[in-house]
Structures are given as structure tokens and as C-alpha cells.
């Protein structure tokens, strides 16, 4: 197989060297994108009379064909290829004869990957919104499902209050914003045209940059020939992106486990994403969301990686580089599966209303709620913290509820406790009487639920 250098040469490359520096297991997947920035290639070249017209289109009907076997799946690249960009090279000059050896004019393989990998971040990060979209409106209809439903909220992994678990899931759906807009950012920075910096000082060949940007659909052409064929910025943004998302999903996941386990009892996960014990026959555990907690180490990983590899590279281009690959192609993979399969979670999960009631009837949940029915009344917040810590220490430390105390015996702890204190010692009271903005009242979660209902469907 032919390489595209190799004339300086005496002698064939070491095979164990071919072995070691061939890219082409990995970079096949940028084949889609290698071609079409070929063909818009070819047709400037051709615009700017740089090679005849008459070759221009047998390199473009011939990648054409080739584009045609990759969107068919029937495209399978060559093993014995150096990479991509080689592979497509040698089946083109088949397709298209000695016309194909002109393609490669006013272009290096330094400016040409860096499109390539431009071109896949862009369409990846258009595919990845689209999960978190989809994944935001499962997480979306299981709190509609369960939209009056109050459940325990921890700090600490304690106890602390109490909330509607739309809240909580208005929690994930914030986080995957965040998220679905990172990806945002990431693809901005993509859109930045690198063809024509050649190896790296551009072309003495008058080429027209802004129509290949425009044929590509790039807003801007790279203004630095040296920076944009070494910057790799861009696949450090997208893998961070990914690297973000798998955190979230790894917090969600651990949430479900707890919530799924016999101590919690608040969810049920579907049997189709749990697995059994091959010693314990009653066991079902959740392990997909214990893998997708262990899968977040992996793109994280990755981030960590790509950090290391760029940060002693002198410019310009440094075959280091081809390595930027794996990181990406993998950070990609492991997010885009870990949304889609905790999406069949949500949409699939069952909520134990009846635990979940059981579970908030602790009266300690309540004691910030008598806090500030004490402040209302002019004490001051550290005092209101001390009453209510002694009534704490006497009551519920001893099993005793602070609803069943007599009007005598709570004014024993403040005069301004009377009787009307122990009705908000009920859940339903406890998110009724928020009242700051972005809390736990249904009013407020209720429409907020509205709001990312028309955003999301929109």
C-alpha cells in the first residue's frame, strides 16, 4: 500500500514501525468528513483554475462514490493503509486515474485532519445536545408523573429536608443545561475553517479560503496558519464537555443506586437494567448505573489525558497529535451510550410513593421551619438555632415527637412558641411555606415544570 511521502526514502519503512505509527484502526471514522472536505476541496481548486476543471470533476465523482459506500456501510477501509486520508487517496486514484494526484494540491495532511476532526466535533456535539434534550424530557416526564410527591433531601448523606421530587429532578434538568450548553461553546470553537494553512505558512498557490469556508459551512477562516494546524483546543473543549457530562451522570446514578437500595426503598428500577447474584437469588442489582458511575472515570480520564499530551508540544504540528484520537473518539462514545441508557432508566423507573410518604414524617425535617417562625417573631437567628437545638436534644433524641408537646411545655423553650407551631410539623406545610424564588414551592416547581415543558417540546 502506498503512503503518501516515502520518495525521500531509500529504503521501506520497519514494518514494527508501520505497526506502531499507523493510525488507520482508529481515524477510519473520519472517513465521511475526509471526504467531504476533499470534495469541497477539489471544487476550489478548480474555481481558482488551479487544476483543470476537467480533472476536478472525475476527484469529485469519485468521491462521491466513495462518500456513497460510506453512508451505505459498505465501505471498509484498508488495514494496510497508513490512515485515513491515504486509504481514500489510493481508492480515489482507482476511481479516478491520475487526476486524484492532484487533489492533494495547496493542502497538507496537517490542515487536512484538522478540518476532518473539526467536522466530526461539530456534527458529534450537535448529536450529543440532542441526547441530553432527550434524556432532559425523561427526567422532565418522570417528575410530571410524580409531580406531588415529597420526598427527603440530604446534606451529608443526613437527613435534612424536605422537597417535591420534581424539585430534585429539576435539579438533574439544570445540571443537563449546563451541560447541553458546554457542547454549545465546544462547537463554537470548532467553527473556525483550518484548510489552507498547508503544513503549516500556507500556500504561494492562490487559493480562496473563504469559499472553502463557505462551502463547509465555517463562519470564520483560521487567521494563523501555524496556530490552527497545532491548536487542538477545540478537542479539549468537546472531551471536557463529555468529561462534564459523565460527572452529572455519575452523580444522577449514584442518587438512583441509593434511592434503589432496601435501606432508601424510594425507586424501582426496571428488571431489564439490573442484574441478578450468581450466589444470592434474591438480589436485583443496579448494576447499568453502577457502570455508569464506573464509565465517568473513563472520559475524566481522558481529559486528563489529552491535557498531558498537549502540554509539552512545541508548534507546530507533532506527530503526538495522531493521539488526540482515541481520547476524543472514546470521551464521545462513552457519553453519547451513558445518556441513552439513563434515559431508559427515567423512563422506566417507578417511584414507592407510599415509602417515600413514610419517609418524610420525621419531624426533624421541620425544626428549620420553627426556625423561622421564631425569627418572624423578632429572635434572632442564632437564638432561634439554640431553642430549637435544646427541643431537638430533649425530644427527638429521646423518641419523643415535638408535635406531641403540650402548649405549657413549649413555651418552657421560648414564650413565643404557641400551639399554632406544630402544624408546620408536616411535609405538606414544609414546601408549601417557601416562598423564595428557585425553592420547593409547588407554585414555583409547578411552573417550572411548565417552563422546561414548552422549552424542551419547542
Known amino acids: 500500500m502506498s ?3 516515502g520518495a525521500r526514502f531509500d529504503k521501506k519503512s520497519d514494518p514494527l514501525a508501520d505497526l506502531f505509527t499507523f ?34 470533476a472525475r476527484i469529485i465523482a469519485g468521491l462521491k462514490k466513495i462518500l456513497k459506500q460510506i453512508k451505505d456501510g459498505r465501505f471498509k477501509f484498508d488495514p494496510q493503509a497508513e490512515d485515513i486520508h491515504t486509504d481514500i487517496q489510493n481508492r480515489l486514484k482507482g476511481l479516478a486515474g491520475a487526476a486524484a494526484e492532484k487533489l492533494h494540491t495547496a493542502r497538507s495532511r496537517n490542515d487536512q485532519v484538522v478540518l476532518d ?139 438512583l443506586i441509593l434511592w434503589a437500595s432496601r435501606e432508601f426503598d424510594l425507586v424501582d428500577i426496571d428488571g431489564g437494567f439490573c442484574t441478578g447474584s450468581s450466589i444470592m437469588p434474591h438480589k436485583k442489582n443496579p448494576d447499568v448505573l453502577e457502570l455508569i458511575r464506573g464509565s465517568s472515570s473513563k472520559v475524566i480520564g481522558r481529559l486528563a489525558e489529552i491535557h498531558v499530551l498537549l502540554k509539552g508540544l512545541p508548534l507546530t504540528y507533532n506527530r503526538d497529535l495522531q493521539l488526540d484520537k482515541p481520547a476524543l473518539f472514546e470521551s464521545v462514545d462513552t457519553a453519547q451510550f451513558m445518556l441513552l ?22 419531624e426533624s425535617f421541620f425544626t428549620v421551619d420553627a426556625m423561622d417562625y421564631l425569627v418572624k417573631k423578632g429572635v434572632s437567628y442564632r437564638q432561634a438555632h439554640d431553642i430549637l437545638g435544646r427541643m431537638v436534644r430533649d425530644c ?21 412558641l404557641e400551639g399554632d407551631v406544630k402544624k408546620l410539623f408536616n411535609p ?11 425553592s420547593t414551592n409547588p ?11 414548552k422549552k424542551l417540546h419547542a
Not at 405538606?428 to 428557585?438: A, C, F, L, P, T
Open 23 to 56: 493510525s488507520i484502526s482508529y481515524d477510519h471514522r473520519l472517513a465521511r468528513y475526509d471526504v467531504i472536505g476533499s470534495i469541497a476541496h477539489a471544487r476550489m481548486l478548480a474555481k481558482q483554475r488551479i487544476i483543470p476543471q476537467s480533472d476536478a
Open 396 to 416: 427527638l433524641d429521646h423518641g419523643k415527637p415535638i408535635s406531641s408537646l403540650s402548649t405549657d411545655e413549649l413555651i418552657r423553650y421560648s414564650p413565643l
Open 117 to 255: 476532526m473539526k467536522l466530526y466535533c461539530r456534527h458529534e456535539a450537535a448529536q450529543l445536545m440532542a441526547s441530553v434534550k432527550f434524556l432532559q424530557k425523561e427526567i422532565l416526564g418522570f417528575a410530571g408523573r410524580n409531580k406531588d410527591v415529597i420526598i427527603p433531601a440530604y446534606t451529608h448523606l443526613q437527613a435534612a429536608q424536605v422537597v417535591l421530587l420534581a424539585h430534585h429532578m429539576l435539579a438533574y434538568i439544570e445540571m443537563l443545561e449546563r451541560d447541553r450548553t458546554r457542547l454549545v461553546d465546544a462547537a463554537q470553537r470548532c467553527d473556525t475553517m483550518p484548510l489552507g494553512s498547508c503544513a503549516l505558512s500556507g500556500t504561494s498557490l492562490k487559493t480562496d479560503r473563504a469559499y472553502l469556508a463557505k462551502l463547509l459551512g465555517f463562519s470564520r477562516v483560521a487567521a494563523n496558519s501555524m496556530d490552527v494546524v497545532s491548536d487542538r483546543d477545540f478537542i479539549v473543549e468537546m472531551i471536557g464537555a463529555c468529561a462534564m457530562i459523565a460527572t452529572h451522570l455519575s452523580r444522577i446514578a449514584e442518587d
Open 341 to 362: 441508557v439513563l434515559s431508559r432508566v427515567f423512563a422506566t423507573l417507578k417511584l414507592k410513593k407510599e415509602n417515600a410518604a413514610q419517609r418524610v414524617l420525621d
Open 443 to 453: 407554585g414555583f416547581v409547578g411552573r417550572q415544570l411548565k417552563t422546561w415543558g
Open 428 to 438: 405538606r406545610m414544609s414546601v408549601k411555606i417557601k416562598s423564595s424564588s428557585g
Open 3 to 5: 503512503k503518501l511521502w
